[in-house]
C-alpha cells in the first residue's frame, strides 16, 4: 500500500523542519520544497534511516510564481497534505524606506504562499480530497507600528485562507490556518521572547499534526493568544494609536 505523502513548502525553516520529522514519524512519505533544497540532503537521510520513509528534495522559490504550475506538474506525486511555512519578517524600519524591502516582505508571506496553494487547491478540489495548512500569524490580526508591513501580508494571508475554507468546505479539501505566536527560529533570534508566550518548533508541529487530524480550522498553538488577539482587536483606535505596541 502506499503510504500518504505531505508537502512541506518552506522545507529549510526551523518550522518546516520539526513538520517534516513530525510526519515523517507518522509514516508520511515526505516532499521538501525549498530554495537550494540541496542544503536538506543531510535531513533527507536522517528522516529516511529513522523513519523508514521516502523523502524526496524539490527546488522551490515562492516568489518565482511563473514558475508554480510547473513545480506542482513535477512532484513524485499529489500529496494528500501540504504545509505551507514560508515566510519573511524583515525589518520594519527598512520596509518603511525601501519600497522593494516592503515587496519582498509582502510578497514572501502573501503572494507566493497563495499562489502555490491556489495550484494545489485545484488539483486537491479536482481530486475530491486533500488538507491544506497554512502558516500565517498573528500580527495579521490588527496591523501594529512596530510591524505593519508583515502583519499586513499576514492579513491577507489569513483572509486567504478563510476565504479557501470556506470555498472547498463542500469539496472534501480541508484548510487549516495556524496562528503561532511566538516561536524560537532563526526568524526571531536575538529578540527578548516571553517563555509563557513563546513555543517550540515541534511544538508548532504537534499542533499540525493534532489540527490535520481533528479538521480544526485554526488553531493559536498556544491558547493565551487567542485571548491576547481578541483583546489587542477590541482596543479602540483612537487609544490603539496612541499605544506602543
Excluded at 144 to 150: D, E, G, I, K, Q
Excluded at 185 to 199: F, I, K, S, V
Aim: aromatic share 6%.
Amino acid at each position: 500500500m502506499t503510504k500518504p505523502s505531505v508537502l512541506i513548502i518552506g522545507a529549510r525553516s526551523d518550522i518546516g523542519r520539526a513538520v517534516a520529522h513530525k510526519f515523517a514519524g507518522l509514516g508520511y512519505s515526505v516532499q521538501l520544497a525549498a530554495r537550494d533544497v540541496s542544503t536538506l540532503e543531510a535531513d533527507k537521510t536522517d528522516m529516511e534511516l529513522r523513519y523508514g520513509v521516502l523523502v524526496s528534495l524539490e527546488e522551490f522559490d515562492a516568489l518565482a510564481t511563473g514558475k508554480h504550475e510547473a513545480f506542482v506538474a513535477a512532484l513524485p506525486a499529489l500529496p494528500q497534505i501540504v504545509v505551507c511555512a514560508v515566510g519573511l519578517m524583515g525589518q520594519q524600519a527598512e520596509s518603511e524606506c525601501d519600497i522593494e524591502a516592503a515587496a519582498r516582505v509582502m510578497r514572501s508571506n502573501y503572494e507566493g504562499p497563495a499562489s502555490i496553494l491556489s495550484i494545489l487547491a485545484n488539483r486537491f478540489e479536482e481530486r475530491g480530497s486533500g488538507t491544506i495548512v497554512g502558516i500565517s500569524s498573528v500580527a495579521g490580526d490588527r496591523g501594529r507600528a512596530t510591524n505593519y508591513v508583515y502583519g499586513s501580508a499576514k492579513a491577507g494571508f489569513t483572509a486567504f485562507l478563510s476565504g479557501l475554507r470556506n470555498r472547498l468546505a463542500k469539496r472534501g479539501v480541508h484548510v487549516v490556518t495556524v496562528l503561532p505566536g511566538f516561536v524560537v527560529t532563526q526568524m526571531t533570534e536575538g529578540m527578548d521572547l516571553p517563555g509563557r508566550l513563546t513555543a517550540e518548533p515541534s511544538e508548532v508541529a504537534q499542533a499540525i499534526a493534532r489540527a490535520v487530524e481533528r479538521k480544526t480550522d485554526v488553531i493559536y498553538v498556544r491558547s493565551i493568544w487567542r485571548l491576547i488577539m481578541l483583546v489587542i482587536r477590541n482596543i479602540p483606535e483612537r487609544i490603539f494609536k496612541r499605544m506602543s505596541i
